[in-house]
Protein backbone atom coordinates (compact mmCIF):
# COMPACT_ATOMS: atom_id res chain seq x y z
CA UNK A 1 0.00 0.00 0.00
CA UNK A 2 1.02 3.50 -0.63
CA UNK A 3 2.66 5.37 1.98
CA UNK A 4 -0.46 7.50 3.97
CA UNK A 5 0.78 10.84 5.03
CA UNK A 6 -1.22 13.27 6.93
CA UNK A 7 -1.32 16.88 6.25
CA UNK A 8 -2.01 19.32 9.11
CA UNK A 9 -2.55 22.36 7.17
CA UNK A 10 -5.95 23.86 8.45
CA UNK A 11 -6.16 26.64 5.62
CA UNK A 12 -5.60 26.15 2.26
CA UNK A 13 -3.02 29.08 1.96
CA UNK A 14 -1.03 27.20 4.46
CA UNK A 15 -0.52 24.28 1.93
CA UNK A 16 1.89 24.96 -0.41
CA UNK A 17 4.98 25.59 2.26
CA UNK A 18 3.82 22.19 3.89
CA UNK A 19 4.02 20.25 0.93
CA UNK A 20 7.04 22.31 -0.13
CA UNK A 21 8.87 20.55 2.63
CA UNK A 22 7.61 17.72 2.02
CA UNK A 23 8.18 16.99 -1.45
CA UNK A 24 12.03 18.02 -1.08
CA UNK A 25 11.86 14.18 1.22
CA UNK A 26 10.39 12.14 -0.88
CA UNK A 27 11.73 10.24 -3.65
CA UNK A 28 10.46 11.09 -7.48
CA UNK A 29 8.56 8.48 -8.64
CA UNK A 30 7.06 7.24 -5.78
CA UNK A 31 3.31 7.14 -5.04
CA UNK A 32 1.35 8.35 -1.76
CA UNK A 33 -1.75 9.09 0.26
CA UNK A 34 -2.37 12.43 1.55
CA UNK A 35 -5.20 12.99 3.55
CA UNK A 36 -6.84 16.26 4.29
CA UNK A 37 -9.47 17.84 5.62
CA UNK A 38 -9.47 20.92 2.96
CA UNK A 39 -11.92 20.62 0.30
CA UNK A 40 -11.47 20.76 -3.13
CA UNK A 41 -13.56 23.76 -3.92
CA UNK A 42 -13.64 24.43 -7.91
CA UNK A 43 -10.14 22.04 -8.16
CA UNK A 44 -7.66 24.55 -6.11
CA UNK A 45 -6.60 21.43 -3.82
CA UNK A 46 -5.84 19.70 -7.17
CA UNK A 47 -4.01 22.87 -8.58
CA UNK A 48 -2.23 23.60 -5.17
CA UNK A 49 -0.86 19.91 -4.74
CA UNK A 50 0.25 19.58 -8.44
CA UNK A 51 2.00 22.84 -7.89
CA UNK A 52 3.90 21.71 -5.19
CA UNK A 53 5.45 18.89 -7.61
CA UNK A 54 3.24 16.21 -7.20
CA UNK A 55 1.00 13.96 -9.60
CA UNK A 56 -2.71 13.90 -8.25
CA UNK A 57 -4.20 10.81 -9.67
CA UNK A 58 -7.51 11.07 -7.82
CA UNK A 59 -8.87 11.97 -4.92
CA UNK A 60 -11.18 10.09 -2.52
CA UNK A 61 -13.43 11.48 0.55
CA UNK A 62 -13.70 9.77 3.24
CA UNK A 63 -16.21 9.09 5.94
CA UNK A 64 -15.65 10.86 9.47
CA UNK A 65 -16.72 10.62 13.07
CA UNK A 66 -19.53 13.47 13.11
CA UNK A 67 -18.05 16.10 15.69
CA UNK A 68 -14.81 16.21 12.92
CA UNK A 69 -14.61 17.44 8.93
CA UNK A 70 -14.75 14.96 6.43
CA UNK A 71 -11.02 13.65 5.46
CA UNK A 72 -10.08 13.44 1.53
CA UNK A 73 -7.49 11.47 0.64
CA UNK A 74 -5.01 12.67 -2.28
CA UNK A 75 -3.18 10.20 -4.70
CA UNK A 76 -0.46 11.40 -5.66
CA UNK A 77 2.96 10.36 -7.42
CA UNK A 78 6.05 12.65 -6.79
CA UNK A 79 7.42 14.39 -9.90
CA UNK A 80 10.98 15.90 -10.75
CA UNK A 81 9.80 19.12 -10.05
CA UNK A 82 10.59 22.32 -7.95
CA UNK A 83 7.15 23.42 -5.62
CA UNK A 84 6.08 26.87 -5.22
CA UNK A 85 6.61 28.55 -2.72
CA UNK A 86 3.58 31.25 -1.93
CA UNK A 87 1.39 31.94 0.60
CA UNK A 88 -0.62 34.95 2.08
CA UNK A 89 0.76 38.79 2.31
CA UNK A 90 3.39 38.66 -0.04
CA UNK A 91 4.56 41.54 -0.75
CA UNK A 92 6.15 40.40 -4.27
CA UNK A 93 6.14 37.07 -6.60
CA UNK A 94 9.33 35.79 -7.97
CA UNK A 95 8.40 34.03 -11.36
CA UNK A 96 11.11 32.17 -13.15
CA UNK A 97 10.76 30.81 -16.94
CA UNK A 98 10.73 27.14 -15.99
CA UNK A 99 13.11 25.17 -13.26
CA UNK A 100 16.42 23.55 -14.24
CA UNK A 101 16.51 20.01 -13.11
CA UNK A 102 19.17 20.77 -10.67
CA UNK A 103 16.58 23.45 -9.14
CA UNK A 104 14.02 20.39 -9.24
CA UNK A 105 16.60 18.04 -7.11
CA UNK A 106 17.48 20.58 -4.61
CA UNK A 107 14.49 22.23 -4.18
CA UNK A 108 15.22 25.49 -4.84
CA UNK A 109 15.13 28.00 -7.38
CA UNK A 110 18.28 29.23 -9.18
CA UNK A 111 20.12 26.98 -7.03
CA UNK A 112 23.65 26.85 -9.31
CA UNK A 113 26.16 29.46 -8.45
CA UNK A 114 26.40 30.59 -11.77
CA UNK A 115 22.41 32.15 -11.36
CA UNK A 116 22.61 35.72 -9.68
CA UNK A 117 19.18 35.64 -8.80
CA UNK A 118 20.32 35.07 -4.89
CA UNK A 119 23.09 37.26 -5.06
CA UNK A 120 21.11 40.23 -6.59
CA UNK A 121 18.17 39.58 -3.91
CA UNK A 122 20.81 39.83 -1.27
CA UNK A 123 22.46 43.07 -2.51
CA UNK A 124 18.91 44.35 -2.67
CA UNK A 125 18.30 43.75 0.85
CA UNK A 126 15.55 41.39 0.26
CA UNK A 127 16.93 37.90 1.34
CA UNK A 128 18.61 37.48 4.81
CA UNK A 129 19.79 33.70 3.57
CA UNK A 130 21.26 32.45 0.58
CA UNK A 131 19.24 30.15 -1.42
CA UNK A 132 16.08 29.72 1.16
CA UNK A 133 13.05 29.97 -0.20
CA UNK A 134 11.29 29.04 3.12
CA UNK A 135 13.05 31.99 4.74
CA UNK A 136 12.05 34.32 1.89
CA UNK A 137 8.40 33.71 2.59
CA UNK A 138 8.09 33.40 5.85
CA UNK A 139 10.56 36.35 7.34
CA UNK A 140 10.49 38.91 4.11
CA UNK A 141 7.04 37.64 2.55
CA UNK A 142 8.72 36.94 -0.80
CA UNK A 143 7.05 34.04 -2.88
CA UNK A 144 9.28 31.81 -5.80
CA UNK A 145 6.91 30.27 -8.50
CA UNK A 146 7.91 29.43 -12.77
CA UNK A 147 5.86 30.51 -15.62
CA UNK A 148 6.23 26.81 -16.97
CA UNK A 149 6.18 24.16 -13.74
CA UNK A 150 8.01 21.34 -16.21
CA UNK A 151 11.67 20.74 -15.26
CA UNK A 152 13.82 21.25 -18.11
CA UNK A 153 17.60 20.81 -18.77
CA UNK A 154 17.36 23.94 -21.30
CA UNK A 155 14.66 26.91 -21.26
CA UNK A 156 14.18 26.30 -25.04
CA UNK A 157 13.16 22.97 -24.82
CA UNK A 158 9.73 24.80 -23.62
CA UNK A 159 6.83 25.77 -26.07
CA UNK A 160 4.90 28.98 -26.74
CA UNK A 161 1.71 26.53 -25.63
CA UNK A 162 3.69 25.27 -22.28
CA UNK A 163 4.36 29.42 -21.49
CA UNK A 164 0.14 30.72 -22.45
CA UNK A 165 -0.72 27.56 -20.23
CA UNK A 166 1.47 28.68 -17.97
CA UNK A 167 0.05 32.39 -17.96
CA UNK A 168 -3.22 31.02 -17.38
CA UNK A 169 -1.90 29.20 -14.04
CA UNK A 170 -0.40 32.69 -12.83
CA UNK A 171 -3.85 34.45 -13.38
CA UNK A 172 -5.58 32.15 -10.79
CA UNK A 173 -2.76 31.89 -8.75
CA UNK A 174 -2.41 36.00 -8.00
CA UNK A 175 -5.97 36.30 -7.82
CA UNK A 176 -5.95 33.50 -5.12
CA UNK A 177 -3.40 35.03 -2.84
CA UNK A 178 -2.83 38.81 -4.17
CA UNK A 179 0.80 39.33 -3.83
CA UNK A 180 1.80 43.00 -4.11
CA UNK A 181 3.33 42.44 -7.22
CA UNK A 182 5.00 39.96 -9.61
CA UNK A 183 8.57 40.22 -10.40
CA UNK A 184 8.59 37.87 -13.47
CA UNK A 185 12.18 36.77 -14.12
CA UNK A 186 13.18 36.87 -17.90
CA UNK A 187 12.13 38.36 -21.20
CA UNK A 188 11.19 34.73 -23.92
CA UNK A 189 7.92 33.55 -21.35
CA UNK A 190 6.71 36.87 -21.39
CA UNK A 191 7.05 37.26 -24.64
CA UNK A 192 6.32 34.41 -26.29
CA UNK A 193 3.09 34.24 -24.10
CA UNK A 194 1.70 37.91 -23.60
CA UNK A 195 3.70 40.21 -25.42
CA UNK A 196 6.33 39.59 -27.98
CA UNK A 197 7.29 43.04 -28.00
CA UNK A 198 7.68 43.46 -24.04
CA UNK A 199 11.03 45.41 -23.09
CA UNK A 200 11.83 45.47 -19.42
CA UNK A 201 9.80 47.60 -16.90
CA UNK A 202 6.08 47.48 -15.51
CA UNK A 203 4.02 45.53 -17.90
CA UNK A 204 0.23 46.87 -19.66
CA UNK A 205 -1.06 43.20 -18.86
CA UNK A 206 -1.24 41.85 -15.37
CA UNK A 207 -1.65 38.50 -13.24
CA UNK A 208 -4.85 37.53 -11.91
CA UNK A 209 -5.47 41.78 -11.04
CA UNK A 210 -1.29 41.74 -9.71
CA UNK A 211 1.25 44.29 -11.30
CA UNK A 212 3.69 42.64 -13.34
CA UNK A 213 7.33 43.77 -13.33
CA UNK A 214 9.48 41.80 -16.24
CA UNK A 215 13.40 41.46 -15.62
CA UNK A 216 16.00 40.59 -17.56
CA UNK A 217 17.08 36.74 -17.05
CA UNK A 218 19.50 36.31 -13.71
CA UNK A 219 21.51 33.60 -15.40
CA UNK A 220 25.41 34.36 -15.91
CA UNK A 221 25.62 33.56 -19.25
CA UNK A 222 23.41 37.10 -20.04
CA UNK A 223 26.64 39.16 -20.00
CA UNK A 224 24.67 42.33 -21.24
CA UNK A 225 22.88 42.72 -17.57
CA UNK A 226 24.98 43.58 -14.86
CA UNK A 227 24.90 42.64 -10.98
CA UNK A 228 23.88 46.47 -10.34
CA UNK A 229 21.45 46.19 -13.14
CA UNK A 230 19.40 42.90 -11.75
CA UNK A 231 19.44 45.04 -7.69
CA UNK A 232 18.07 47.77 -9.47
CA UNK A 233 15.38 45.73 -11.24
CA UNK A 234 14.46 43.84 -8.58
CA UNK A 235 13.99 47.08 -5.92
CA UNK A 236 11.92 48.84 -8.47
CA UNK A 237 9.90 45.74 -8.65
CA UNK A 238 9.81 45.50 -4.40
CA UNK A 239 8.96 48.76 -4.42
CA UNK A 240 5.47 48.67 -6.88
CA UNK A 241 4.76 50.42 -9.80
CA UNK A 242 4.49 53.95 -9.96
CA UNK A 243 1.39 56.35 -8.19
CA UNK A 244 -0.65 57.62 -11.52
Not at 182 to 211: F, I
Amino acid sequence: MDDLILLSSSHLVDLPMELAELHVHLQVGDTHQLQTSLPDLQGRLTTVVEAAGFRVQRITPQSAPPASAPLRTVFVRVERALPDHVGENMAMLCCGLNPSLHAADAGVGYVTGSNRFWRAMDAAGLAGRDRDPHLLLREHHIGMTDLVKRATARADELTTAEYRTGVARLDELCEWLQPAAVAAVGLAGWRAAVDRKATVGWQPRPLGGRPVYLLPSTSGLNAGTSLDDLVAHLQQAHAGPPAS
